[in-house]
């Protein structure tokens, strides 16, 4: 079955740097388009970043110079560098992985979280 693990968040004071990762098992992870998204307390979950199968990378605006999404395909591990950090990118941070079990129709599965704190 699809398992995401998210790790390596923590408290960190701003301008500082954290480095997330999400190890996944269960599915091909080379034919899927995987993200991170956030949600802090009170606020809808939003985009922060993704990447393609093909290794396309897109970015929220807010977050645009200072994280960089990555993928390490023989590890099935996504990674979001986060540098710069500003006290508003406090939330829980989640990986999205999303599927295509029948070509151009996706599903996604999302990791428990890991909590990213910026003072």
């Known amino acids: 079955h699809v398992q995401l693990v998210e790790s390596g968040g923590g408290s960190v004071q701003a301008g500082g740097s954290l480095r997330l990762s999400c190890a996944t098992s269960?599915?091909?992870?080379?034919?899927?388009?995987m993200g991170w998204y956030r949600q802090a307390p009170g606020k809808e979950r939003e985009f922060v970043s993704s990447?393609?199968?093909?290794?396309?990378?897109t970015y929220a605006n807010s977050v645009k110079g200072r994280f960089t999404i990555s993928q390490d395909n023989a590890k099935k591990t996504v990674y979001l560098e986060m540098d710069r950090l500003k006290p508003e990118d406090t939330a829980m941070y989640y990986c999205q992985a999303v599927l295509y079990p029948t070509p151009g129709v996706g599903y996604g599965y999302w990791g428990q979280g890991t909590q990213v704190t910026v003072s």
């Open positions: 269960g599915f091909r992870f080379d034919e899927s388009d």
């Open positions: 990447i393609s199968s093909e290794g396309t990378t």
